[in-house]
């Protein structure tokens, strides 16, 4: 026989990387070691701190009236309610701050009639002279949180002049309004 025969006739082996084999063997090991030792050892211990809680927890709730922890949830609710109305409510403050800085000394209001949802004010008012109020209404175009404005009437008596404006102010002024 030839040496061409007796290679055709040999069956090839596979040869397994026996170090890989053995180091994935024992990571598997590992994992299920891991994995039975949390399933009997640390759930249980887990499960025992629930019971022991829960019961400390009962101890406080039977030591505490019913009728005290009904008040107390009615109260809570009251104040979540309380927070969810005070986040939504519309704060005028800036809008005083808006025109105590940017009134004139020469002018002085009356009236004040604010429409939130509109973002509008009506102010009344008396001026020392026409050029007072023009200064005024100047003073207001250049305040940024004032959109635009407008003069619905203004009339002279007695050396002083009395008038109406309109003021529409920017969404800062009053912070987000819903409704």
């Known amino acids: 026989m030839n040496t061409y025969d007796q290679l055709g006739k040999e069956q090839p082996t596979a040869v397994w990387p026996w170090k890989m084999f053995s180091f994935t063997l024992l990571i598997v090991g590992l994992v299920v070691v891991l994995y039975f030792g949390?399933?009997?050892?640390?759930?249980?211990?887990?499960?025992?701190?629930?019971?022991?809680?829960?019961?400390?927890?009962?101890?406080?709730?039977?030591?505490?009236?019913?009728?005290?922890?009904?008040?107390?949830?009615?109260?809570?609710?009251?104040?979540?309610?309380?927070?969810?109305?005070?986040?939504?409510?519309?704060?005028?403050?800036?809008?005083?701050?808006?025109?105590?800085?940017?009134?004139?000394?020469?002018?002085?209001?009356?009236?004040?009639?604010?429409?939130?949802?509109?973002?509008?004010?009506g102010l009344e008012g008396v001026a020392t002279s026409y050029d007072a109020l023009s200064d005024q209404l100047a003073e207001f175009g250049k305040v940024p949180e004032i959109v635009k404005f407008s003069v619905s009437e203004s009339q002279a008596l007695d050396g002083r002049v009395r008038f109406r404006i309109l003021l529409f102010l920017a969404p800062s002024v009053f912070g987000n309004i819903s409704e």
């Open 38 to 121: 949390l399933k009997i050892g640390y759930a249980p211990y887990l499960e025992s701190r629930i019971t022991g809680l829960d019961s400390e927890i009962d101890q406080l709730t039977r030591q505490i009236p019913e009728e005290d922890q009904e008040n107390f949830i009615t109260f809570y609710s009251q104040l979540a309610n309380l927070q969810s109305l005070l986040k939504k409510h519309v704060q005028p403050s800036g809008l005083f701050s808006v025109l105590e800085k940017h009134t004139s000394t020469r002018v002085y209001f009356t009236t004040l009639d604010v429409q939130v949802s509109d973002r509008r004010i």
